[in-house]
């Protein structure tokens, strides 16, 4: 099971940090996606993370510079901090984890995704 949080109201150039817990399996052993979905929008790929180490990231295009993803294995959570936000960022962000996979097909791929959290609201606006 996964679980997100961190989600809320923040203005335009503002920060958050939205958290994914993995429960009762070995978190290690996956990669994470973190996607996000705008009302009357497809779900689409902002970060991804590998497994283990988490050396490797991919970020798409509207978020690069802007947001990064980290993991702490030890507390079996996984991070997207969200800096110099935007209007366009609004959108229910969910996470989801997959056993094996390219964090490049993670996030380009919903269907790479083995199972996923229940999502988080997240609102930029004035």
């Known amino acids: 099971q996964l679980v997100e949080s961190g989600g809320g109201l923040v203005q335009p150039g503002g920060s958050l940090r939205l958290s994914c817990e993995g429960l009762?399996?070995?978190?290690?052993?996956?990669?994470v996606a973190w996607y996000r979905q705008a009302p009357g929008k497809e779900r689409e790929g902002v970060a991804c993370?590998?497994?283990?180490?988490?050396?490797?990231?991919y970020y798409s295009d509207p978020v690069r510079g802007r947001f990064s993803v980290s993991r702490d294995n030890a507390k079996k959570t996984v991070y997207l901090q969200m800096n110099n936000m935007a209007p366009e960022d609004t959108a229910v962000y969910y996470c989801?984890?997959?056993?094996?996979?390219?964090?490049?097909?993670?996030?380009?791929?919903?269907?790479?995704?083995?199972?996923w959290g229940q999502g988080t609201q997240v609102t930029v606006s004035t």
């Open positions: 989801g984890a997959a056993i094996v996979g390219t964090t490049y097909a993670l996030c380009t791929r919903p269907g790479s995704v083995d199972f």
């Open positions: 009762g399996f070995n978190m290690d052993n996956y990669a």
């Open positions: 993370i590998s497994s283990h180490d988490g050396r490797a990231n």
